[in-house]
């Protein structure tokens, strides 16, 4: 069992930059893939990136790609998400989230385990 919780989201000039952090609580964090969502009013929850189990492994979806970048330091059971070069419609409430296995997956219905979200808006 893994409990997450999201922190570090806010308000943002578009060209900003946000930190957001995933604090996992449980056993064998460092088993586990860590995955980031988000969710845009009346939009479905879209991938952003995933990072293995061990960090050496990072995914990202193309809208994000070169912009954002995924980390984790399993000593203090966090992962982080740093998103650069903010646009406003990267506006959305962001979820991390985490699955067994070594393979990172792109579909929410793949991750057993979800915070509670945090809010990113991007102003223009």
């Known amino acids: 069992q893994v409990q997450l919780v999201e922190s570090g989201g806010g308000l943002v000039q578009a060209g900003g930059s946000l930190r957001l952090s995933c604090e996992a609580s449980?056993?064998?964090?460092?088993?586990?893939?860590l995955g980031w969502f988000r969710q845009a009013p009346g939009k479905e929850r879209e991938f952003v990136g995933a990072?293995?189990?061990?960090?050496?492994?990072?995914a990202y979806a193309d809208s994000v790609k070169g912009r954002f970048t995924i980390s984790r330091n399993n000593a203090k059971n966090t992962v982080y998400l740093q998103m650069n070069s903010l646009k406003p419609e990267d506006t959305a409430v962001y979820y991390c989230?985490?699955?067994?296995?070594?393979?990172?997956?792109?579909?929410?219905?793949?991750?057993?385990?979800w915070g509670q979200g945090t809010q990113v808006t991007v102003s223009s």
């Open positions: 990072i293995n189990w061990s960090g050496s492994n990072t």
């Open positions: 449980g056993r064998t964090f460092s088993s586990y893939v």
């Open positions: 989230a985490a699955r067994e296995g070594t393979y990172y997956r792109t579909r929410p219905y793949e991750y057993n385990y």
